[in-house]
């Protein structure tokens, strides 16, 4: 960037400085997670100037309040399966920040995000010098993706929400199908303090006439999603419960039927623990099918009018379905770390209902040791009283570092109130990792409640 006066670079350019990888990190870090400003405005200003690179190949566009980033996981390992180059952009990371975005399972490298950072950093001090805000942290690492997406010449990009989606920063996008995993009791002081509220934000996603794919797990979120899509006149396409079966559950695999109402497909396959995995499975299978009728237009206009076609699916793309289900991975959900300890990112009620839901089917004898640590801003009471219905043989209570963690004396008022287990608290996760790593010879060592939590256990390389 010139000087007018001068033509010499300016010496508070960061785009023109030589930063190192961690450099760029700390930049963004240090950026406000929000923008001082609600809505999309600021940033499509910022990717006017920028041309609009997340206009330059199909978009996925996924919220929800749990399950996306393994539903975006799902559906882009499928799509690898078939050819397509695919980049995925998820939130939060647990250990690095370039885990956000990937082209498929693998992460943008660092001198790849240096070299992206500085590129939309040019175009962010242009944008300044217009009057234009600076974007926010969510924001910034969102245009890094759009641009490295471009970069990368991708077939197709799966954007995540960050939370909620009306005013979420990856709303800017103009997807050819939208996706709503769930909708469940989180982040209220942002969403609202109820399903239909919380629903409505998550609907906000859905667009003039584009398809839109929502797994119907409480009434009251379909009817809210149902009539967004009405206005919209986007054709909604539910996923049920009803619809799959559980077949066996052997060798750490969940075999599993789906009948999708345009195919019944037998012996699919995760090697994910979770029980709840199934069900964003399937919906990244409704998913892929809906993209695979569509292929030849999306590929010819960009976009997709939500119109059927009469193809019919082949050997080839069962195989493909069942190979990428499989092959799929998504670090700190249910994931076994060690000989019987497990990681699970559960943190609020609708997902420590579903994996005490998993600890009942897939471990109902075991006995079972409990690591926890939770935000304040969390409904941690209801959490905890889902969890107590899981008799476990003692609870340990840690506390992760950080502003938002809550105090160990509330959290363990909290277990006491619920539970008559033997409860132990640490100030460290450290120390209560290695105490309760130290029980499970003859046990099972859960931790769960907070991806914070997730995200520190496998920095410590647990």
């Not at 619809?243 to 075999?255: F, G, M, P, R, T």
């Not at 699919?268 to 993209?291: P, R």
């Not at 695979?292 to 082949?314: A, P, Q």
Request: glycine residues 8%; contains cysteine; negative net charge.
């Amino acid at each position: 960037m010139q000087d007018g006066n001068t033509g010499m670079k300016k010496d508070n350019s960061i785009a023109e400085k030589s930063m190192t990888f961690q450099e760029c990190v700390d930049y963004i870090l240090s950026v406000p997670l929000f923008a001082s400003k609600l809505g999309t405005e600021n940033l499509n200003r910022i990717l006017d100037i920028m041309g609009h690179p997340e206009r330059s190949y199909p978009v996925i566009h996924v919220a929800g309040t749990n399950g996306k980033g393994s539903t975006c996981s799902f559906l882009a390992s499928m799509l690898e399966q078939s050819g397509r180059r695919v980049g995925v952009f998820t939130s939060p990371h647990l250990i690095t920040i370039t885990e956000r975005i990937r082209i498929g399972q693998e992460q943008i490298t660092e001198e790849a995000f240096t070299d992206t950072f500085r590129t939309v950093m040019r175009y962010v001090e242009s944008a300044k010098e217009e009057g234009i805000a600076h974007p926010s942290f969510f924001e910034l690492v969102f245009l890094m993706a759009a641009v490295y997406f471009q970069k990368q010449q991708v077939d197709y990009a799966i954007f995540e929400t960050g939370m909620g989606g009306r005013l979420d920063a990856t709303n800017v996008v103009q997807p050819v199908l939208c996706i709503i995993t769930s909708v469940g009791m989180d982040h209220m002081q942002y969403l609202g303090d109820t399903i239909e509220a919380i629903a409505a934000e998550k609907a906000g996603i859905i667009k003039e006439g584009i398809p839109v794919l929502f797994f119907d797990r409480r009434r009251e979120a379909t009817a809210v999603i149902t009539e967004f899509a009405q206005k919209k006149e986007a054709k909604l396409y539910l996923v049920e419960k009803s619809q799959y079966n559980l077949s066996k559950i052997a060798n750490k695999v969940i075999d599993f039927s789906f009948d999708s109402g345009y195919y019944r497909y037998c012996n699919l396959k995760i090697k994910q623990t979770g029980l709840y995995q199934i069900e964003n499975a399937i919906l990244a299978v409704k998913a892929y099918e809906l993209l695979l009728n569509r292929w030849n237009d999306i590929c010819k206009n960009g976009f997709w009018n939500g119109e059927e076609s009469d193809y019919r699916l082949t050997g080839i793309d069962i195989d493909r379905i069942q190979t990428g289900l499989y092959n799929m991975f998504w670090s700190g959900r249910m994931e076994q770390v060690a000989e019987n300890v497990y990681i699970d990112g559960a943190h609020n009620e609708e997902a420590i209902e579903a994996f005490c839901n998993t600890l009942k089917v897939l471990f109902p004898y075991e006995q079972k040791i409990l690591l926890f640590a939770v935000s304040r801003d969390k409904d941690y009471q209801r959490m905890i009283e889902k969890l107590c219905e899981i008799p476990f043989h003692e609870i340990i209570i840690v506390r992760y570092e950080g502003s938002r963690a809550a105090e160990l004396e509330a959290v363990e008022a909290a277990f006491r109130r619920f539970s008559g287990s033997k409860i132990t608290t640490f100030d460290t996760i450290r120390a209560g990792f290695l105490y309760g790593k130290s029980h499970v010879e003859d046990q099972c060592l859960f931790c769960v409640g907070s991806l914070y939590l997730a995200g520190s256990l496998l920095s410590l390389g647990v």
